[in-house]
Antibody
């Protein structure tokens, strides 16, 4: 049974870096899936942050976040991480990690999601 | 950048058919996937590749995609189907979500 679980600080100060980890169990992150981050700001809809794959190290980032964003894999711990720098109140959201199916260069659906974690940006 | 448009809200009576649309330029040329999100819960995949239903999703959920519009249909809608629904596609190396539709069953 595949499970994903987010962890990390729930409160981040403005201008600092938001860092989250997604622990994966039941499947290796070196398998042929992409691993993604999605967020949902309060009162708004889902926003894709980025996805990456161990295969070829291929990654795709939301262009609006690209300059502040790093997503990485740690195969020794079977987890992947999100780092978002220079955060503002607009980055306050529930952050989800998810497994994403892919076919060649085309990324598809997110079939397994973590429970989500609310990160608040505030001083 | 590519955009997917959904109606903000849809209302349906119990037992009736709910239809939620998702519109985008030449959307029929892409795969569309649908998620259901209830308050305080993570999104759940209900339809992938336009019309394929995951095994754990009830048969009353179905999907189609043609032209510029993809449609999620819930037949015999139940109170438990009340939730936010999102469509999703892949375009120009980016994942795109629709703005979401709040389905009210009343």
């Amino acid at each position: 049974q595949v499970q994903l679980q987010e962890s990390g600080p729930r409160l981040v100060k403005p201008s600092e870096t938001l860092s989250l980890t997604c622990n994966v169990s039941g499947v290796s992150i070196t398998s042929s899936y992409y691993w993604g981050w999605i967020r949902r700001p309060p009162g708004k809809g889902l926003e894709w942050i980025g996805s990456l794959s161990y295969i070829g190290g291929t990654y795709y980032y939301n262009s609006s976040l690209k300059s502040r964003l790093t997503i990485s894999l740690d195969t020794s711990k079977n987890h992947f991480s999100l780092s978002l720098s220079s955060v503002t109140a607009a980055d306050t959201a529930v952050y989800y990690c998810a497994r994403q199916a892919a076919q060649g260069m085309s990324l598809n659906w997110f079939d397994t999601w973590g429970q989500g974690t609310l990160v608040t940006v505030s001083s | 950048s590519y955009e997917l448009s959904q109606p903000p809200s849809v209302s349906v009576s119990p037992g009736q058919t709910a239809t939620i649309t998702c519109s985008g330029d030449k959307l029929g040329d892409k795969y569309v996937h649908w998620y259901r999100q209830k308050p305080g819960q993570s999104p759940v995949l209900v339809i992938y590749r336009n019309s394929v239903r995951p095994s754990r999703i009830p048969e009353r959920f179905s999907g189609s995609n043609s032209g510029n519009t993809a449609t999620l249909t819930i037949s015999g809608t139940q109170a438990m189907d009340e939730a936010d629904y999102y469509c999703q596609a892949w375009d120009s190396s980016a994942v795109v979500f629709g703005g979401g539709t709040k389905l009210t069953v009343l």
